[in-house]
T-cell receptor
Framework: GQQLNQSPQSMFIQEGEDVSMNCTSS?????WLWYKQDPGEGPVLLIA?????ELTSNGRLTAQFGITRKDSFLNISASIPSDVGIYFC????????????FGKGTKLTVNP | DSGVTQTPKHLITATGQRVTLRCSPR?????VYWYQQSLDQGLQFLIQ???????AKGNILERFSAQQFPDLHSELNLSSLELGDSALYFC??????????FGSGTRLTVV
C-alpha cells in the first residue's frame, strides 16, 4: 500500500527558531494535509493543499505541495512553546471522502 | 470540541475480552473512519463507513469489526483482545471537504 516517509522523526529546538519538516511518497497524491496532535488529543488539521506547487500559509505555518505531487513540506517560523506536539503529514489519492494515508509523525520539542 | 465524540475515553480490559468503542461524527458528516495509533507508530487506517455502508478497509484484523448505524454513529468492536491491541483508537469524520475531523480518541489498555 501507499506509504509516506516523514522526516525528521523528532526535533529539539529553541524558542524563536524556525522549523522545517517534510514528507515524501513513492505514490502521487492529489491532496496533502498537515495535522498537529497534542498529548491525549486527536490530530487537528493545520493546512490542506489541493494543487501541485501550491504554497499556503496559516499564521506562522507555511506548507507546500510539491510539483511532482509526491512530496510536501511544512515550515514553522519563530517557534513558541505551544508549538510542541507531533506533526503528521497525510496524503489523499483522490479528494472528498477518500481515506488518508499518514506519515509516522515528527515530534517537536521547543525549549523556552 | 471538534464535534466528533468518542466514548469511552479510557478503557482497561483483560486479554481475551471484547470491547466496543463508540463514535458520533460531526453533525452532517456521512463518512466515518477508524484509525489505530500504537506507540511509535503513525495512524494506521482500519476501516471507513459512508452513510451506513462499508467503503474501504485497511489493515483491520479479523477479530475487529465495525458498523455505522442509521443515525450515523459508528461502533468499533474488538474481540479476543491481545496485549498488542493496546493503543489509541481514533474516529474521524468528513463531509467531503477540507480533510478529516478527529475525535479525542479512546485509549485501550489490555492487561
Amino acid at each position: 500500500g501507499q506509504q509516506l516517509n516523514q522526516s525528521p522523526q523528532s526535533m529539539f529546538i529553541q524558542e524563536g527558531e524556525d522549523v522545517s519538516m517534510n514528507c515524501t511518497s513513492s505514490s502521487i497524491f492529489n491532496t496533502w494535509l498537515w495535522y498537529k496532535q497534542d498529548p491525549g488529543e486527536g490530530p487537528v488539521l493545520l493546512i490542506a493543499l489541493y494543487k501541485a506547487g501550491e504554497l499556503t500559509s496559516n499564521g506562522r505555518l507555511t506548507a507546500q505541495f510539491g510539483i511532482t505531487r509526491k512530496d510536501s513540506f511544512l515550515n514553522i517560523s519563530a517557534s513558541i512553546p505551544s508549538d510542541v506536539g507531533i506533526y503528521f503529514c497525510a496524503g489523499q489519492l483522490q479528494g472528498g471522502s477518500e481515506k488518508l494515508v499518514f506519515g509516522k509523525g515528527t515530534k517537536l520539542t521547543v525549549n523556552p | 470540541d471538534s464535534g466528533v465524540t468518542q466514548t469511552p475515553k479510557h478503557l482497561i480490559t483483560a486479554t481475551g475480552q471484547r470491547v466496543t468503542l463508540r463514535c458520533s461524527p460531526r453533525s452532517g458528516d456521512l463518512s466515518v473512519y477508524w484509525y489505530q495509533q500504537s506507540l511509535d507508530q503513525g495512524l494506521q487506517f482500519l476501516i471507513q463507513y459512508y452513510n451506513g455502508e462499508e467503503r474501504a478497509k485497511g489493515n483491520i484484523l479479523e477479530r475487529f469489526s465495525a458498523q455505522q448505524f442509521p443515525d450515523l454513529h459508528s461502533e468499533l468492536n474488538l474481540s479476543s483482545l491481545e496485549l498488542g491491541d493496546s493503543a489509541l483508537y481514533f474516529c474521524a469524520s468528513t463531509g467531503g471537504l477540507y480533510g478529516y475531523t478527529f475525535g479525542s480518541g479512546t485509549r485501550l489498555t489490555v492487561v
